[in-house]
């Protein structure tokens, strides 16, 4: 995760065009046609689920890929903005404040990064494993901070009937709607964070993350480009919680807990750390385990099975399935040119 080497800056839109293959396209159609062919099952538990929650799995590549931190306080950024926008808006249990989702949805963002900002205030002034603890604290903290304040979050039973605002006449929390605005927002958040990593503060961060000092010596604010990181990956984190929030209907103490924390850093790293697609893969991974690790073991051991294809990433590929799929291309591509050779002394 820390040898990844600081981009040039380049123009995004340049390299996208120099990158672009016709297989890019392809699965660009196929991510549009999607609903034509899928059930309502595939739509949204697997196709929207997979966007939101690599949403928050890219909140946390950003940090540890780019910035070096290891944040477990993602999720708990999540669930503030998920709680902002029950609280501030409508909810079934006739406790909200009814404001405009016009209003209720920039407030619950901006309170998700101004969280994120604190966290961030405080996590910088540690490294590796302190990291890991102290947003880990914060997180473990917000959660007991909602469970115990029953005025203001309705203790463990939290707040349902949430869904998405009608705007322009549109049913958002319908099947095919919520998957085109999950993909429309995920699909932001990729490219954004693909800017970033090619703009002057995202090399700036990446160079930080391999040598602090160095950096310092030069000039740039180390403390101010990691809290700045902090912010943005809360933004992309708001965003995820408010799909949370619309899709399960409900959010509560339980949303938040160590162990939906900890899955986070599990889709992120099945994915890989290395670049923005790889928590949208881990994301993909996750639920389809989860939701068909039932037909091979019982659901209860469904820990047991993410565990294992964890271990098994962790052990035999770092870098996630990305890192597979880099191994793979690199042994195709030298047997080719091993048996191009073999042809020309023949």
Known sequence: MTDTKPATPTSLPEELADKLRPHHFLIAAFLLAYPLIASDFW??????????????????????????MVS??????????????????????????????????????????????IVGTLSVRTEGIYTIMITLAMSVALFYFCQQNYSIFNGFKGYAGLAPPQVFGIDWRAPVPFYYLALAVGALGYFGVLWLSRSTFGIALQAIRDNPRRMAALGYNVRAHRIAAYAVAGLLAGFGGLFLVWFNGRISPGTINVGNAINILVIAILGGLRRPIGPF????????????????????????????AFLAVVLFSPDGVLG???????????????RGKDMRVR
Do not use: H
């Open 281 to 308: 893969i881990g994301a993909l991974i996750f639920l389809l385990l989860d939701n068909f690790a039932i037909d091979l073991i019982d659901r209860d051991r469904f820990n047991l099975v993410i565990g294992a």
């Open 72 to 117: 477990l306080a993602q999720l708990a950024i999540a669930g503030l903005a998920g709680y902002i926008y029950a609280i501030l808006g409508e909810n079934s249990m006739n406790l909200g404040l009814g404001w405009p989702w016009w209003v209720v949805i920039p407030l619950a963002l901006a309170i998700a990064v101004a969280f994120a900002t």
């Open 324 to 338: 597979l799929w880099d191994g793979l291309k690199r042994r195709l591509a030298k047997t080719a040119a091993e």
């Open 43 to 68: 739509i949204v538990q697997i196709g929207a689920q997979t966007f939101f929650m690599g949403l928050i799995g890219l909140s946390l590549m950003l940090l540890a890929g780019y910035g070096g």
